[in-house]
């Protein structure tokens, strides 16, 4: 399976990071573009390098390279995901305007009718922001803010992360077993 993988600047890349490490662990292609505000907040909020991220993936694209073969449909990515997806990300695919291969994968997979999910970080909303939000599920996204359930009762900040990219995987029809499910003991 061929995964697109977006990380941008917006606070909780962690959420990214994860991903990127449980799918090493399957046998998907994952395609990967890091925003130049992405690269910079692993440095501020991770302990993760620049290229340690990179390495997780099999392919790399610049988020500048509007030509790179993740721009188009036929290229064949089956799924993708924006984790972190920040609020100027999510409002340039809300709106359609592709100024980046971030939102422009985004936008190959709402015109493609395949899988896109949206991991938005932000708190407290806006009117602007649950907008483009209805917008994106309107087209057939799907908005997967990352809040955690304490059902499981997790007692580290790695089990609230792997149940958010648990779900992720859910979303993109992914098996995993990264978090404890629901269930009546």
Known sequence: MKIAVGITGASG????????????????????????????????????????VLSLADAIYQCDDMAAAVSSGSYGIEKTIVAPCSMKTLAGIANGFSDNLIVRMADVALKERKPLVLMTRETPLTSIHLRNMTTITEAGGIILPPMPAFYHQPQTIDEIINQSVGKAFDLLGISNSLFKRWGHS
């Open 13 to 52: 890349v962690i959420y990214g990071i994860r991903l990127l490490q449980a799918l090493k662990e399957t046998d998907c292609h994952v395609s990967l573009v890091l925003s130049d505000w992405g690269a910079k907040t692993i440095e501020i909020e991770t302990c993760y390098s620049v290229d340690s």
